[in-house]
């Protein structure tokens, strides 16, 4: 019998509103079960042609995705959402269309399932080898981006698992379309159309079913803000990989040259301010300020960042627009035309910075002393270290892997854009000769 929780079990007396979307979702989840075992002995060119025929759906049926999106869109405008929030959640043909192109090159990966991690022939003759095997079924929790469906989806199938996706709320007529747009294209490929599934509903209680679903569901991702996160690593009895905010911060050194420096902070906070690899703090090296800062200030005011400085940082404000730094300002991750400055002495002040404040997410040095660029590497303990390029780079498409199922900030099992082998696990195949063991 499969194990559910039991404060999550249906009662036997009437049942309400919650009792019959835990019901529901009791459907899903097992159908997901059933649908994993017969994904994953599945070979890559099954998979691979499903994934080609989920991304032309996507293409025929853009209109009707925008047009459950614009619904979506309206009703966070309505709310009062902001419009780097509306940002993400916007759907329109091109993008459609650069989401059909990602599935495809998904597709083009290499399929982990079957790789031989490591092997060998022990001793006594023992033929051992350490393989790549799918999880099984991956729930996918995640805030407001309508793509993640579609980016998790065909992670998860391309690497043999099955996808229970909970998006939010502000989303959910998006998600529902583009769900069905998937599941209607897998009908014929070989990949039971079962392997992408919706959690069904929109309250908080739906999210609890699937965070306390041990035994149907083998692993959980969140995606979205700190207390996303923590409210799944804290009150999920599935196992959880911990996905994690993104307060960049971008290392300015005594050695930078000044144009490129400028170029890599604009581009790190300016070109998409909304997503967790945007740099949320500058950090300038005290002797490279003078020079420095005066051009950044101007460069990030004409681009409509407001800066939240130091008093040091604001002694170079010319224009009077630079605000007053708080504790809460270095720490925070703002998602918007805003960031955080720093004047400081000192690489290692800088990296005392980042050890203080930041969330291991990304960061990056602008120099041209290769000891402070390898010091500065050692010394940072991040997901991922840029030497003179943008932050903005930590991607899973961007590293070549495809879409990325989210970025780790933990240390277990994976880190960093998370690609097909970071949804695998490993089981051993020993084979033998009759070897028994005396």
Do not use: W
Not at 186 to 193: A, K, N, Q, Y
Not at 281 to 290: F, N, S
Not at 384 to 394: L, Y
Request: hydrophobic residues 45%.
């Amino acid at each position: 019998m499969t194990r559910y929780d039991a404060a999550t079990t249906p009662k036997e007396s009437v049942m309400g509103e919650q009792d019959r979307e835990r019901e529901e979702f009791l459907r899903v989840a097992e159908r997901a079960r059933r649908a994993a075992a017969d994904l994953a002995p599945l070979p890559r060119a099954v998979k691979d042609a499903a994934l080609h025929a989920i991304a032309d759906a996507l293409v025929r049926s853009a209109p009707e995705i925008v047009k459950a999106n614009e619904a979506d869109v309206a009703r966070a405008r309505e709310s009062g959402t902001s419009e780097y929030m509306i940002d993400r959640l916007s759907l329109t043909e091109p993008r459609i269309a650069a989401i059909a192109e990602a599935v495809r090159k998904v597709a083009a990966l290499p399929d982990p399932v079957g790789e031989t991690v490591r092997g060998n022939v022990l001793p006594n003759g023992l033929d051992l080898r350490q393989i790549r095997v799918p999880l099984g079924v991956v729930g996918i929790i995640y805030e407001g981006r309508p793509n993640v469906t579609v980016d998790a989806a065909a992670l998860c199938l391309k690497s043999g698992n099955v996808a229970m996706l909970r998006g939010s709320s502000s989303a959910y007529e998006s998600n529902t379309v583009l769900v069905n747009v998937m599941q209607g294209a897998l009908e014929g490929t070989g990949v039971p159309s079962d392997a992408v599934q919706l959690v069904p509903g929109t309250s908080r209680a739906s999210v609890k079913h699937l965070m306390r679903a041990r035994g149907l569901v083998d692993v959980l991702i969140p995606r979205g803000g700190a207390s996303l996160i923590n409210s799944v690593v804290e009150e999920s009895t599935v196992p959880v990989i911990e996905t994690g905010v993104g307060n960049c911060a971008v290392y300015v050194d005594a050695a930078a040259d000044v144009d490129q420096a400028l170029e890599i902070l604009l581009n790190a906070k300016t070109q998409r301010p909304s997503v967790c690899n945007a740099a949320e703090t500058v950090l300038v090296h005290a002797g490279v300020a003078e020079v420095f800062l005066p051009r950044a200030l101007e460069a990030l005011r004409e681009a409509g960042v407001t800066v939240h400085g130091d008093e040091r940082v604001r002694a170079h404000d010319t224009a009077g627009t630079v605000v007053a730094a708080t504790e809460d300002d270095y720490r925070a991750e703002y998602l918007s035309l805003d960031i955080a400055a720093r004047v400081v002495d000192s690489l290692d002040e800088a990296v005392a910075h980042i050890r203080t404040y930041g969330s291991g997410h990304t960061e990056a040095i602008v120099t041209t002393s290769q000891p402070a660029a390898k010091r500065f590497v050692a010394l940072v303990d991040s997901a991922a270290v840029m030497v003179n390029a943008s932050t903005r780079f930590t991607d899973g498409e961007e590293f070549g892997y495809g879409a990325e199922i989210g970025i780790s900030t933990q240390k277990l099992h994976a880190r960093g854009p998370m690609g097909l082998p970071e949804l695998t696990s490993t089981k051993y195949v020993v084979t033998g000769e009759g070897h028994i063991r005396t």
